[in-house]
């Protein structure tokens, strides 16, 4: 049982909840930083659907900014971690 949760984890139990600790801080600092709360996300999550839907399909437009706005960040970090994850095998 141990290693089907340490296989769906991806690491042992300590260890995860380690890494999502200081995961964890990291993004709280950051949040905190630029005056951000949880419910700011969820609030900019239902004003986008909400203007979906009162705007119609010209709103998917947004989209399309918002895809290329966290591609920007996450494919040179993707690139990135497979790059480190490449030179130690």
């Not at 801080?25 to 630029?34: L, N, P, S, Y």
Request: aromatic share 14%; hydrophobic share 55%; no cysteine.
């Amino acid at each position: 049982m141990s290693g089907q949760i340490n296989r769906f984890l991806g690491d042992t139990v300590g260890r995860t909840i380690l890494k999502l600790l200081v995961i964890s801080f990291i993004v709280g600092v950051v949040m905190a930083a630029f005056n951000w709360s949880p419910f700011d996300i969820l609030y900019g999550v239902r004003d986008f659907i909400v203007r979906i839907w009162e705007q119609g399909f010209a709103a998917l437009g947004r989209v399309g900014e918002y895809l290329a706005l966290g591609a920007a960040i996450v494919v040179p970090v993707f690139l990135l971690l497979r790059i480190l994850n490449y030179r130690r095998n």
